[in-house]
């Protein structure tokens, strides 16, 4: 009877820890999906910045061209292009936000 008693003891013991251990380990997958939503919203915010600078520097590069050349038909031409692709940029935007 003694030895069925230990082994009781024994199992009800493992089981505590375990259930203790699953009970750890949920936490920190909890933990890392967080960080993990963190992190990707960091990183979206990362690449609608890049995208803004990009488009600075396009419309940067094109006003020195202006001032460098005379050539104000082709500026305007791309210029104008450039306003097309921001707004349907902003279209598309607008579209997924609904």
């Known amino acids: 009877m003694f ?23 949920r936490r920190l997958v909890t933990e890392k ?14 690449e609608t910045t890049i995208n803004k ?10 006003g020195n061209k202006l001032s460098e050349k005379g050539e104000s038909a082709e500026i305007k031409l791309k210029l104008n292009q450039m306003i097309r692709a921001i707004d349907k940029s902003l279209e598309i935007l607008k579209a997924e936000k609904i």
């Open 3 to 25: 030895d069925f008693e230990t082994s009781v003891t024994g199992i009800e013991f493992k089981v505590r820890q375990l259930a203790e251990e699953v009970t750890h380990l």
């Open 33 to 46: 999906e967080d960080r993990c939503r963190e992190l990707e919203k960091a990183l979206e915010n990362s």
């Open 53 to 62: 600078l990009k488009e600075e520097n396009k419309l940067v590069k094109l």
